[in-house]
Structures are given as C-alpha cells and as structure tokens.
C-alpha cells in the first residue's frame, strides 16, 4: 500500500550542529507535506509544510526540502538545541493526514 | 494560535467499562476532526474523520461500533471507547481542521492516555 515513511528511526547529533531529517513517500500525486514535533507524552507540534510547487521552505531554524522527482522530502534544524530532542514525524495531506514512522533525534550536550 | 483541549489527559478503567473522551477546539470552529492512536514508540494511526453533524468514516480496520464517534458541534468530538479491553490501552489523540488568523490548518491535541487492567 501506499505509505510515508522514514529512513532512519534515531538520529544522534551534537549541540550546535545542523539536524537532517528524511522523509520518502509514495504517493506521487501528493502534493501537500507537514513535519510535525512530539515531545514524550504530547500531541504533536507544527513544524512547517510545504506544497508541491516549491521545493524549500524556511522557518526559523528550520528549511524543509522537498524533491518531487525521487519522492522525498527533509527537515534540516540549524543550530540544534537540547530543546529540539524529539520524535519527528512527516506528514502527507491527502485530505486527512497520513503520518510516518518517525525520527526519534537525541541532541548530545 | 489555535488551541485544541482534550479530557481526561488520562485515565484508568477496568476492563469491560466504557470510556469517553472528549475533543475540543478552544478558539476556533473545526469542520472536520480527527481520530487517532499511537502505541509505544509507533506513529500516529488514523481511526476515523468526522465532520459535525454527520457520521464518522472509519479507516480500514476500525471497529465503528467499539469507538463511538460524536461531533455534535463544531467545537466539540467525542471518541467513546465501548467495553474496553487492555489491548485498547494506547494514547489517543484528537486533532481538528479550521481556520484560525484567516489560515486553514490542522492542530492537534494533548492526547489522552488510556490504561485498560
């Protein structure tokens, strides 16, 4: 079936550095992306989304990438902080949201 | 920005008993709301859309008579979790679709974290 998935479930990067988070989805009609924030025991976080007809977006301290012709979108964090540690989710809007796995990104003092 | 509310935040029941949860949007009107369980260091799965005063659409795999969906206004969804067994112990998680500061968008809940014994 067709689904949005993840690469990697743990990502360890060190205070201060840049984070890269990957996303591959399925469904090449899609054509709306949200990457989504969840802390332990919450609901999840708007991050920042994207449509198909750009290819980057910026927020602050984070750019989400998206390449149509491979079907894969990321999250890059500038600068991560011990605050950023979190599961990461994208999400594909197909008139209700599909979610993957998830990126679990431990940030190391 | 927008607030959704959920209650309880948790809870405990024996099982065979009924839980509800409710779902709320806190400043805006949310045409649609949505459904969802997340087990232990899994996704959020979808379990149902509902639109106010219509009946919910279930996703594949969900029993609609066991999770009774009521979206009787447009602030307000309730999930009723019927003769809940441990394996319906998850986090539930509510999220509604609005427009709120002229964007349409869709925000989450807290969740509620349900523990059947």
């Not at chain 1, 984070?62 to 079907?71: A, E, G, R, S």
């Not at chain 2, 427009?99 to 989450?108: C, D």
Request: aromatic fraction near 10%; charge should be positive; include cysteine.
């Amino acid at each position: 079936g067709e689904s949005v998935g993840l690469h990697l479930p743990t990502l360890s990067v060190q205070e201060g550095d840049n984070s890269i988070i990957n996303c591959a989805y399925s469904n090449s009609a899609s054509d709306y992306f949200i990457w989504y924030k969840q802390e332990s025991g919450k609901g999840p976080q708007f991050i920042i989304d994207i449509r198909s007809n750009m290819d980057k977006r910026q927020g602050q301290r984070v750019t989400v990438l998206l390449n149509k012709t491979v079907k894969h979108l990321s999250l890059q964090i500038a600068a991560t902080q011990p605050g950023d540690s979190a599961v990461y989710f994208c999400a594909e809007n197909r008139g209700k949201l599909i979610f993957g796995q998830g990126t679990t990104l431990q940030v190391k003092p | 920005g927008a607030v959704v509310s959920q209650h309880p935040s948790w809870v405990i029941c024996k099982s065979g008993t009924s839980v509800k949860i409710e779902c709320r949007s806190l400043d805006f009107q949310a045409t649609t709301m949505f459904w969802y369980r997340q087990f232990p260091k899994q996704s959020l799965m979808l379990m149902a859309t509902s639109n106010e005063g219509s009946k919910a659409t279930y996703e594949q795999g969900v029993e609609k008579d066991k999770f009774l969906i009521n979206h009787a206004s447009l602030t307000l969804s309730t999930l009723t979790v019927t003769s809940a067994h441990p394996e319906d112990s998850s986090f539930y998680i509510c999220s509604a679709r609005g427009s709120s500061g002229g964007r349409e968008t869709q925000y989450f809940g807290p969740g509620t974290r349900l523990l059947v014994l």
